[in-house]
């Protein structure tokens, strides 16, 4: 089997489950039958993604892949209601530091931009949509990425209408450590958000809505070059749009989080193998 040489499958699961091993525990109770473990049904489910697969998908590709089982220490495949259980129990936190330690892999220069996308909650029947009272029909989900191998470090993902304003203050104090300078469209335009950003030794490069000729003055001063690399936000947003879907398919709110944190992860991932 090895005379057929290495894949950027079998790479991505070696490198997920190595981080998998380290920042996740192998059982969620003492009580587990230890059978599988939460490490492992973690990288499942990024692959899930990956292939943009089913549940069922995912385990008939494994029966037929013996090196990704091997890479994964499986002796045997879980069955699909196994890993749906497995990502009910894997909670959001888990995934947060997954994600962090996804993005450790790739190189950072600091400058950090921020945007918001969507991703469509209606994905399921409209009857259950309708009966599920989805008024919100689209998850805002807001970015933060790395320019220099567009790594996404931390994501906010909230089924209300809240303004980017409250949500930038929240990513940068998650995220104080890996940024230099914040680069924001107007959205972002707030005093505190400024005020934090200094006070956390952070340079804010956020165009200022332009309500008096100072404002417009002001946004003619920015550095056209620096601000410009905010634009890969936008193309990292459409990127897991079109590779891993732009739609969730969780009906619970909290596994539909879930499921976009662990798409950027099979993003920071890719980008690394």
């Not at 037929?64 to 089982?69: A, Q, S, T, V």
């Not at 450790?104 to 599920?132: C, M, P, Q, W």
Request: glycine share 4%; net charge positive; hydrophobic share 35%.
């Amino acid at each position: 089997m090895e005379k057929f040489g290495r894949t950027s499958i079998l790479d991505f699961s070696e490198v997920a489950y190595g981080i998998a091993k380290e920042k996740i525990d192998p059982y969620s109770s003492k009580f587990s039958k230890k059978k599988f473990t939460l490490q492992q049904h973690a990288v499942i489910i990024c692959l899930k993604i990956r292939f943009g697969t089913t549940y069922v998908g995912i385990v008939e590709r494994l029966v037929e892949e013996p090196r990704i089982r091997k890479a994964l220490d499986l002796e045997e495949v879980p069955h699909p209601t196994t890993l749906v259980k497995a990502f009910e129990r894997l909670e959001t936190e888990l995934w947060r530091v997954f994600l962090q330690a996804s993005a450790e892999l790739l190189e950072k220069n600091g400058i950090v931009g921020v945007d918001a996308s969507g991703f469509e909650r209606s994905h399921a029947s409209r009857h259950y949509t309708k009966r599920a009272k989805l008024h919100i029909k689209e998850l805002k989900t807001t970015l933060l990425v790395d320019t220099e191998e567009n790594a996404v470090i931390d994501v906010h993902i909230t089924a209300s209408r809240k303004h980017d304003t409250q949500i930038g203050p929240q990513l940068v104090k998650r995220t104080s450590k890996f940024i230099e300078i914040l680069l924001g469209d107007k959205g972002y335009d707030d005093q505190d958000l400024r005020k934090l950003c200094h006070e956390l030794g952070i340079r804010p490069l956020i165009k200022h809505r332009e309500f008096t000729n100072l404002h417009k003055a002001w946004n003619v001063l920015l550095d056209d070059d620096l601000y410009g690399q905010r634009n890969q936000n936008e193309s990292v947003n459409s990127t897991i749009g079109r590779k891993y879907d732009s739609s969730v398919f969780s009906r619970k709110w909290y596994k539909q989080f879930r499921e976009i944190v662990a798409k950027c992860i099979v993003h920071n991932l890719d980008r690394a193998v």
